[in-house]
């Protein structure tokens, strides 16, 4: 797999607007708007406390994620991170390799651990990815996310030491 995993550009908008707009329409994953619209959610994933990457996959963006401080203040040593995958390329590597790039990336830029605020307890082949990648569930938040078809499920605090 000839994955490139680079910072964002505004050329990549669109690509990344392809990837996030049907996780962001689908709701099982995020707590962002449902309907979302194309200008807040490039604005939100480009936000100044945001670093944005993209992953390609033979010159196509398959994949984003953003880098930021979880907290401010004592808290600004913790990483936090969002992750997303295009539909088409679920399945081969692309989120394991954007959670190794981003502990790296966050190493490099002082932070101490990193932390998942909100994942969400449906979404199992996240919740397993993560902890193969060393994060262990520190919270579980009883029906703190309304899903969409499952109603109200458990959102889990996943954290990890760098």
Known sequence: MGLIIRPAAEADRAAIWSIIAPTLRAG???TLPRD????????????PSHAPFVV????????????????QGGGAHVANCGYMTSAAATGR???????EHSQTEARARGFRA???N?????NTRAVALWESCGFAVVGRLPGAFDHPTAGFV???VMFKTL
């Open 36 to 47: 979302m619209r194309e200008a807040d959610a490039l604005a939100y994933w480009f936000a």
């Open 56 to 71: 390609e996959d033979a010159g196509e963006v398959v994949g984003t994620y953003y880098l930021r401080a979880n907290q």
């Open 28 to 30: 099982e994953t995020y």
């Open 93 to 99: 590597g692309i989120a394991r390799a954007m959670c």
């Open 154 to 156: 458990d959102a889990l």
């Open 114 to 116: 990193m932390q998942f």
């Open 118 to 122: 909100i994942v969400i307890s449906t």
